[in-house]
């Protein structure tokens, strides 16, 4: 089990080093530019400042998942509540894919409808990767 695993960890690394590129054109698809023009200069500031903690957590979750597999699974108290707290990142993030954002504004193309569908696949593997690997620091797998 531990071997897969470490597969499993190792996809979920690669999968966050593409979502954390992809990030990077985000801003541009969602036409934040001009939207966030009505926004005060200091709310302006801290939507960058909170947009840039994100992609920064997941650069991090990426190089943790990719440079410290071992490290993950080790069991020990550290590395269980990083996993629970990974965990909880992309459970919390899963929901709001479904329940906590308005998409209506975007525009009903193909390519949305397919970045959706693979952005909530996406989520859903890293829940059920970082949900194993938090089972596993627990005794629950081996």
Do not use: C
């Not at 985000?26 to 939207?35: C, F, M, R, S």
């Not at 994100?54 to 440079?67: C, E, I, K, P, R």
């Not at 970045?115 to 089972?135: D, P, Y």
Request: aromatic residues 18%; proline residues 2%; without cysteine.
């Amino acid at each position: 089990m531990r071997v897969w695993l470490e597969f499993a960890l190792t996809l979920a690394g690669f999968f966050l080093v593409i979502l954390s590129i992809a990030s990077v054109w985000i801003p541009k698809a969602l036409g934040w530019k001009e939207k966030l023009v009505v926004l005060t200069p200091l709310m302006r500031e801290m939507w960058w400042t909170y947009s840039l903690y994100v992609w920064g957590s997941h650069v991090f979750f990426a190089v943790l998942t990719l440079g410290f597999r071992d490290w993950i699974l080790s069991a020990t108290p550290a590395a269980t509540a990083m996993t629970g707290f990974i965990l909880l990142w992309w459970t919390v993030r899963l929901y709001l894919q479904f329940f906590g954002f308005d998409l209506t504004e975007l525009e009903d193309t193909r390519l949305n409808r397919v970045a959706k569908h693979l952005l909530t696949l996406l989520f859903l593997s890293l829940v059920l990767i970082f949900g194993l690997a938090l089972w596993w620091n627990l005794g629950g797998l081996r």
